[in-house]
């Protein structure tokens, strides 16, 4: 099995899309990293975990499961960094890989002595446009195969019936 750990503010302040809706709006830009990961999730078959900093979100410390994806809030006095050590170390085994998205160097050499491989915000930004590209060809190639009546018609008929529907004559 192989298991995603996200840094969440990490990635929101390196991403472009992302940083730009952390300026107006820093929950949309939570959510909208959650979305991404969720497609991300599904597609890959990983398990994703995205781990956020109680700094921003006041209180004690959270999980949620939203779009499948888990989503952490560190309590008061803990990192993300430092939750994210901890995963890293309790999910690794012989049958799991451990994979940490972050920019932070510090993080990142931290995580290889726990034996867990990482991703910069960069790398998986442009691993989660491919995953956006496959999916969106796949879609296409089921609408395409999908026919759009039920009963075989020449392509004169379906305009004919097109026109009635729109109600032209």
Known sequence: MDILIVDGYNIIGDWPELRALKSKDLAAARDRLIERMAEYQAYSGYRVIVVFDAQYVKGVEKKLRNHQVEVIFTRTNETADER????????????TQVHVATSDY??????????????????????????????????????????????????????????WRRGER
């Open 84 to 95: 994210i050590e901890k995963l890293a170390i309790a999910l690794s085994n012989r049958r």
């Open 106 to 163: 510090t993080e990142q050499w931290a995580i290889f002595g726990q034996g867990a491989l990482r991703k910069s915000a960069r790398e998986l930004l442009i691993e989660m446009e491919s995953v956006e590209k496959k999916i969106e060809n796949k879609v296409k190639k089921i609408q395409e195969k999908s026919p759009n009546s039920k009963i075989p018609l020449s392509p004169e008929v379906a305009e004919i019936f097109e026109k």
